[in-house]
Structure formats: C-alpha cells, structure tokens
Nanobody
Framework: VQLQACGGGLVQAGGSLRLSCAAS????????MGWFRQAPGKEREFVAAIRWTGTSTYYADSVKGRFTISRDNAKNTVYLQMNSLKPEDTAVYYC????????????????WGQGTLVTVSA
C-alpha cells in the first residue's frame, strides 16, 4: 500500500496550492479519503474528508470555504485545493484512507501517506 502526497511548498499568505495524493496497492475507489495536517509541536488534526463516491465532503471549521477536497477514482488520486492560505495553515499535510465515512479521528484511518510540507509566509 502506498499513498504518495505531493504539491507542498512555500507560498505567501493569500496564495494557493493544490496537493495531490496518488494511491496504489489497495482498492482506492472503495475507501473514503481524508487530509490531515500537523504543525510543529502540535497534534495531527483533521482537515477534510471525502466519501468513496466523491458525493460527500467534510471540512474542519478552520478551512471551510477556503479548501476543497476532491478525488478522481480513475486516477486513484485525491486532491486538496487550498486557497486564501494563512500562516496558521503551515504544517505537514498527510493523506489517509479509511473505511469509516466522515470520520475525523486519525486512529480510524487505515493507510497513511508520508506527508508534504506546506509553508505559508506572512
């Protein structure tokens, strides 16, 4: 099983980034997917999740209206479009797969990617 996240980088406040996460080794289209982030010295926190069909999405209050999660089951890829970025969005972002729809609890995710660093400068 592999989840390969990419697309992180350095961006100024107010800017945008699009993260991608390519999956392999499991039936991607049968799993709900999520994005989490972890800032230095802080616990890993939920960012967004999407149903295996792509028809339902869930967001943390801190990113609602700025971030959009989507997926392409034909490409085994999940995306996170991040707009209006703020310095407090700086973190390592992880994608993860779960059989539990809409869960925000890291322990309920079965597979994890290696993370991609997003740095937002003021």
């Amino acid at each position: 099983v592999q989840l390969q996240a990419c697309g992180g980088g350095l961006v100024q406040a107010g800017g945008s980034l699009r993260l991608s996460c390519a999956a392999s080794g499991f039936t991607f289209s049968s799993y709900n997917m999520g994005w989490f982030r972890q800032a230095p010295g802080k616990e890993r926190e939920f960012v967004a999740a999407i149903r295996w069909t792509g028809t339902s999405t869930y967001y943390a209050d801190s990113v609602k209206g700025r971030f959009t999660i989507s997926r392409d089951n034909a490409k085994n890829t999940v995306y996170l479009q991040m707009n209006s970025l703020k310095p407090e969005d700086t973190a390592v972002y992880y994608c993860a797969a779960t059989g539990t729809l809409g869960t925000r609890v890291p322990i309920e995710y079965n597979y994890w990617g290696q993370g991609t660093l997003v740095t937002v400068s003021a």
